[in-house]
């Protein structure tokens, strides 16, 4: 049976290969959980979870998407009766549950190791919920550019890393300067602070700041989802 939507067809790649399955799911905890005991500093750690959640959802999506689209996928979704908007936001809303079932295992590694059982591990796993659907839908908006799978990567890169270093994930951000008021816009900041909190590092932002900036960039990045949706349904090369 052909796909109707576009969750189904990322289910059904994901399903495809029961060996592929199992190393996308432990990938991020064998190499995120080894590295919390050998990392040089709480810093470098916060670091490599962040691009690893970053990683995991962007090029995913704009892997899955572009071959969708070389296979003439989406041309037969966009002739169901959904409407395109709401095709888009099912795609990163499951996108993201996914990685976020992926990412869960490691961030309750973390805070079982450093003891963060309070708002620390809450906070956490709210700004890795936002920093997911923050990343799968940077790869859907590559899509829009991308004619291939490799164009996906490329774009994809090309605009995932700088935003790591705007949001304070390469070197720490201060609290004052230009970086500083940028990476307040930047969701994977959310991220790296609430993981600098459960480990035990001293976070440029207080808890509520993250709750706060992670609610803001929820609600505007499902926006943009819904107004970018009949673009990135485009099938013509």
Not at 65 to 90: F, K
Not at 139 to 148: N, V
């Amino acid at each position: 049976m052909l796909p109707s939507t576009l969750w189904q067809v990322g289910v059904a790649e994901l399903l495809s290969s029961r060996r592929s399955t199992f190393i996308k799911v432990i990938f991020p905890t064998v190499v995120g959980g080894l590295y919390l005991f050998v990392a040089p500093s709480g810093f470098f750690t916060a670091s490599l979870i962040t691009v690893l959640a970053a990683v995991t959802g962007c090029f995913g999506t704009g892997i899955t998407l572009s071959r969708a689209r070389s296979e003439g996928v989406l041309q037969r979704i966009t002739l169901t009766p959904l409407s395109r908007r709401r095709i888009v936001l099912e795609q990163l809303a499951i996108n993201s549950a996914v990685d976020f079932c992926q990412m869960l295992p490691l961030a309750l590694l973390t805070s079982m190791k450093f003891e963060a059982y309070d708002l620390r591990l809450l906070t956490l796993l709210l700004a890795l919920g936002v920093a997911l659907v923050a990343a799968n839908l940077l790869g859907l908006l590559m899509i829009i550019l991308a004619t291939t799978v490799g164009e996906a990567m490329l774009y994809s890169s090309l605009a995932l890393f700088p935003l790591l270093y705007i949001g304070g994930v390469f070197t720490p951000v201060g609290l004052e300067g230009t970086r500083a008021i940028l990476s307040s816009t930047v969701p994977f900041s959310c991220l790296q602070q609430a993981l600098l909190a459960v480990i035990g590092e001293s976070p440029a932002w207080p808890a509520l700041r993250v709750v706060e900036t992670s609610v803001v960039a929820g609600a505007g990045m499902l926006l943009v989802a819904a107004l970018v949706g009949p673009r990135v349904l485009r099938f013509e090369p």
